[in-house]
Each structure stands twice: as C-alpha cells, then as structure tokens.
C-alpha cells in the first residue's frame, strides 16, 4: 500500500497505535463492573462504566489520529 504520493511506503508502525489497545481490553477487564454499587444518577455501575468506557474510546482513538496524521 502506498500514501497519496507515489513511491512512499505507507507506514503504521508508530508506538501511539499501542493506545488503541487500552479501549479494547479495558472492557473486557469483568471485575472492573462485576458490582451494583456505586450508583450514578441511580444508575448501576456496570451502565455508567459502559458510557465511561466509550468515552475513553472515542479519546484514545483521537490522541492516535491525531499524533499520527
């Protein structure tokens, strides 16, 4: 694969893309919400920690882009 100009190796190799594994094994981390309390707005935590989980998402993924583009 190449970038936009011709004879330039598209390169992925840099150390940011390592932060996109924090959004994917945080989740899977059960005993982080294998509990009813505390709540948030009476909401459980396994609830609000999702909504939390992709907030951290959505930053980790525009810290890379935006240190890779």
Request: glycine share 6%; hydrophobic share 50%.
């Amino acid at each position: 694969m190449t970038t936009g100009e011709p004879g330039q190796p598209r390169t992925d190799r840099s150390p940011w893309n390592w932060l996109l594994v924090v959004p994917i094994v945080l989740p899977l981390l059960t005993f982080l919400f294998n509990a009813d309390e505390p709540r948030l707005l009476g909401f459980p935590l396994f609830y609000w920690l999702q909504m939390a989980f992709i907030v951290v998402g959505v930053v980790t993924t525009t810290i890379v882009y935006r240190m890779t583009k």
